[in-house]
DNA sequence: AATGAATGAGTATTCATTCAT
DNA sequence: TATGAATGAATACTCATTCAT
């Protein structure tokens, strides 16, 4: 039953039994994982590797990986809102709405392709867990409150819209996406609804 | 309490050696798992039991799962943008445009939320699988190419992202979303780009 | 929706430094957990949780879980058999006999389904474990020398076999037992040898 | 992730890809392994080992290892009842019957220490699996109907539990029993009841 | 051509036990 | 002295894939 007769020692991992933070740190590698390899393959191991903690220790800090999952994704989508609101923070003008929302598309507004790519994986995940939709709304409507600050709620759904449809097509798409184009884009969704024919 | 037990196949099926069919079959039934359980869950055997096929069918039938997987989603996609395309036709006026996008977030327009679920699902694949990304590069052409029978490139790419991101609110939403602010929302993106200051 | 998570304790237990009867108490629960879930799924988290004590408690008091179920069982078998003894103290006739055995038969006795299941467990474990067949031996000796205050050997031998064999079918029966065969059957068991043929 | 440096092969077990009976003879291990190392300690490994297959084998045939469970005891306990019957088939006398009781108490009837603490395994696990009760019931009634062929029902219950009891003794007794003894008091057992004092 | 049987690699999870604090 | 944190070994189970028939 036992064919091992080599040395005892197989990879002595240095024994760090006092690690405060441990459970955070994996929650980040979790997310590392998920932006690597997808929600599908975020497993026990993979993460426990990315994080450099024994398997035995995932279950220790987290009940089951539905719940590690669930974990990260809430902190993900936190971070992601706080950004979120920290980047509008400053905007005063019509111009500065245009530019921070095309900030947000092009990942000049401290969230990145990866982020984006985890944030996808949540939306997806959300579809089949209802206990990841409750993050997937309070994001939504995190952000969707942030424009509220400058727009109707009409064109806040639209822009919300179209930064989600933006980035996603910029992350799938092989070609870079014209910075100049999205500005446009955006700039025309905030142009003030024409008083139509009224004045005819 | 649970007296089916044995190998996986109780039920003896009838033997159905000529089925030509087959192979197309087991695409839907993939399809309909995707869309069910997400591409996370879709193993051989469930496709298997949904198809009402052998499980031996499968690899006989489908060089690998991943193989399946992108048979099955270049099917979708191939089917989407044949539907796409055929929305469109009709199309006469602003108006015809504006209510044609409309339908086609409000899934009346031949593809509903399951379609558009697994359209996500090939997304997040995408991005990970190369050789999924040829099939959504398409799908994404070809979606473009019909707008842009009836708007600019930048409006066109306005009106995509637009389309992908409200759907994907819609379908991640548990309140009922308003047609009308949907028409709204469309009809503004097609607003001719106002020739700049000749107001003035 | 479940947010109970994080390492096993959630709830941080109020500090309890001194606890002199603590161990008596582990003892006691880890016969609750085996009357409960079997002897099979005797684990220290389980009797910590019902004994409500920490974890590391569990071998800083008993060397090993094999030692903490030998030890449970001891004091059971203990108990077992005092309550035997003190039942029988009272016994003066032969219907006092009938009656007695038969209380025991039918949980009458201090020793209810409960008890005997941990009996019926101890013996299983005995089955395999040595260190625990002087605990059985030890209760079987003190059971049978009680009966021997009243019958021959070969009598007690009989009526030992009897209440182990009837409460097991008692145990194991889903109808319930008539108390009046049960005691016809042990009248009968205690019938005087018949001075045989002395009738003819 | 792969410190395998060793040469290929580890243990190249002959190939037996054709193997019909495979589920039987595993069901005939899973009962080795019960009587050996006890319900408690009977794992998929175990049994695999001792069926000689593979592990992955073993869920392939047996939906879990519960399943496994019932089924090797529901093969046991059938077959320990016609052993029971067929071992009173030639019983005609009342010497006969006493000898035929004796004789299963002590492992001449077919069944010897390592089916009945299979039995003893069997009933542990039915007083707390719903789903082996049926098994124990079954059994229970075929074994009384037995002996009600020849005796009254109390007799037949007394008788049973007689059984039960002696064997259970024996098994877990270090000191031999004497066979004499069991013939005694099965004898008595089998005593016709006294026309209680109506002579009188 | 078609498939049921088979299997090895991998998965989440449990848990006795150790030990730094 | 007491304990929360930690971990490696083991567990049941899943599944893509292979292949003899």
Redesign the interface.
């Known amino acids: 039953m036992d064919?091992d007769t080599?040395p005892v020692t197989?990879?002595p991992r240095p024994v760090r039994r006092y690690d405060p933070q441990r459970?955070e740190r994996i929650l980040e590698a979790t997310l590392d994982v998920i932006a690597e390899?997808?929600?599908?393959n975020t497993t026990h191991r993979l993460v426990a590797a990315a994080a450099d903690v024994p398997l035995g220790s995932m279950t220790?800090?987290?009940?089951s990986l539905a719940?590690l999952r669930a974990?990260a994704f809430r902190r993900h989508a936190e971070r992601m809102a706080a950004t979120y609101e920290a980047h509008f923070r400053g905007v005063r003008s019509a111009g500065d709405l245009v530019e921070a929302v095309t900030d947000l598309v092009h990942g000049d507004a401290g969230a990145d392709d990866r982020d984006w790519?985890i944030a996808?994986?949540l939306?997806?995940a959300?579809?089949?867990d209802?206990?990841l939709?409750e993050v997937?709304?309070s994001w939504?409507r995190r952000s969707r409150s942030v424009l509220e600050r400058f727009v109707d709620p009409?064109?806040s759904?639209?822009l919300?819209?179209?930064?989600?449809?933006?980035v996603?097509?910029k992350?799938?798409?092989?070609r870079p996406v014209s910075r100049a184009?999205t500005r446009?884009?955006v700039a025309?969704?905030l142009?003030p609804?024409?008083p139509r024919e009224t004045s005819a």
Chains 1, 2, 3, 4 share one sequence.
Do not use: C, K, W
């Open positions: 064919d080599g197989t990879v459970a390899h997808g929600v599908a220790y800090h987290f009940r719940d974990q790519a996808y994986e939306y997806l959300a579809l089949r209802p206990a939709r997937t709304e939504m009409t064109t759904r639209a919300d819209a179209l930064v989600e449809g933006l996603m097509h992350i799938l798409s092989t184009q446009e884009i025309r969704a142009r609804t024409a």
